[in-house]
């Protein structure tokens, strides 16, 4: 499965948006964002001079939804993803997650994996990739793999 995932630019904007406002895509995360809250997280968190996030494209050059790639600690990186519905059940969070570990091991950092409680497929690719479970911070679960 060849999938990219490049920094974000001004036109995944209407692709991001469909994203963001989808009620069952954002369930576990936060209330759907409008068009104006789509613009302002695309400009503070992927089209900033350290994105949080970057743009994910199949092998077609479709978004298909966008990664979390930042800092999480000094020594550590923090992986994630939003996939459109549409792109669902196809593979690309596993893909997308062996391609993040890779880049986390490269930079010399473990990976963490931040998800609800009730998020059972981020919790269930977490353990494949045997990220061990760290414990409850932020209402959020915490799953770390060391790369180091």
Not at 21 to 46: A, H, N, V, W
Not at 104 to 132: L, N, W, Y
């Amino acid at each position: 499965m060849n999938l990219k995932i490049r920094k974000m630019e001004e036109r995944d904007l209407d692709p991001l948006y469909k994203l963001l406002s989808d009620e069952e895509t954002m369930k576990y995360i936060e209330p759907p964002y409008s068009r104006e809250q789509t613009e302002e997280f695309l400009k503070d968190c992927g089209l900033a001079e350290d994105p949080l996030i970057y743009t994910a494209e199949n092998e077609k050059g479709d978004f298909i939804g966008y990664v979390i790639y930042h800092d999480y600690e000094e020594d550590s990186m923090e992986l994630g993803w939003l996939i459109l519905r549409e792109f669902w059940g196809r593979g690309y969070a596993t893909r997308l997650t062996e391609m993040m570990i890779e880049m986390a091991r490269k930079s010399g950092k473990d990976a963490v994996i931040e998800c609800d409680p009730e998020q059972e497929v981020t919790k269930k690719i977490a353990k494949k990739f045997g990220f061990e479970y760290q414990g409850i911070e932020d209402e959020c679960e915490v799953y770390r793999l060391k790369l180091r």
